[in-house]
């Protein structure tokens, strides 16, 4: 059974880094063609593809947040993580991580609520 | 980027009817088309992939076609728990983009 949960800071301040943590089971980012993606909802609007990472460490970032955006992995531990920084009230969501392999987002976690509020 | 044009907005319909909703792509994306299904409070959750694909688990009255820029997904015999908020995603080629959504509800 494949299990995905983010975790992160739930609240912070503008112009700090978020840094969101996705820890799954039931596959192995070392496996490969495994992937793993993190998209973003505001609240009572629609879905934002935001960067994937591969078993190969290959990684792809949405232009549109330009170079606000760093994902990781850490094989071992099954977590890979994603990192924004100089947030701003913008980047208030609830922020998803999803397993992709030749179906992209096969599996969901359930969401972090992130606020970014002074 | 392709831009993912979804239609209609929202949908209200009766219990037993067939629903359809459309996703249009700025260009040609190959079939490289998934549907989602959101439910209030919860994460999206996988319908349809490559187009027409039941992903594991999908009640047979959900069905997506299509090939293209047009795409569809048809919804028999509307059945009270699917209501939900419904989206395409395109991963023919990066950004990944969605649709908008469509909100169906029963009437």
């Known amino acids: 059974q494949v299990t995905l949960k983010e975790s992160g800071p739930g609240i912070l301040q503008p112009s700090q880094t978020l840094s969101l943590t996705c820890t799954f089971s039931g596959f192995s980012l070392s496996t490969y063609g495994m992937g793993v993606g993190w998209i973003r909802q505001p609240s009572g609007k629609g879905l934002e593809w935001l960067a994937n990472i591969w078993w190969d460490d290959d990684k792809y970032y949405n232009p549109s947040l330009k170079n606000r955006l760093t994902i990781s992995k850490d094989t071992s531990n099954n977590q890979a993580f994603l990192k924004i920084t100089n947030v701003d009230t913008a980047d208030t969501a609830t922020y998803y991580c999803?397993?992709?392999?030749?179906?992209?987002?096969?599996?969901w976690g359930q969401g972090a609520s992130v606020t970014v509020s002074s | 980027d392709i831009q993912m044009t979804q239609s209609p907005a929202s949908l209200s319909a009766s219990l037993g009817e067939t629903v359809t909703i459309e996703c249009r792509a700025s260009?040609?994306?190959?079939?490289?088309l998934a549907w989602y299904q959101q439910k209030p409070g919860n994460s999206p959750q996988l319908l349809i992939y490559?187009?027409?694909s039941l992903a594991d688990g999908v009640p047979s009255r959900f069905s997506g076609s299509g090939s293209g820029t047009d795409y569809t997904l048809t919804i028999s015999s509307l059945q009270p728990e699917d209501v939900a908020t419904y989206f395409c995603?395109?991963?023919?080629?990066?950004?990944?983009?969605f649709g908008s959504g469509t909100k169906l509800e029963i009437k």
């Open positions: 260009e040609d994306i190959y079939s490289n």
């Open positions: 995603l395109q991963h023919s080629s990066r950004p990944l983009t």
């Open positions: 490559d187009a027409n």
């Open positions: 999803a397993r992709m392999v030749a179906i992209p987002m096969d599996a």
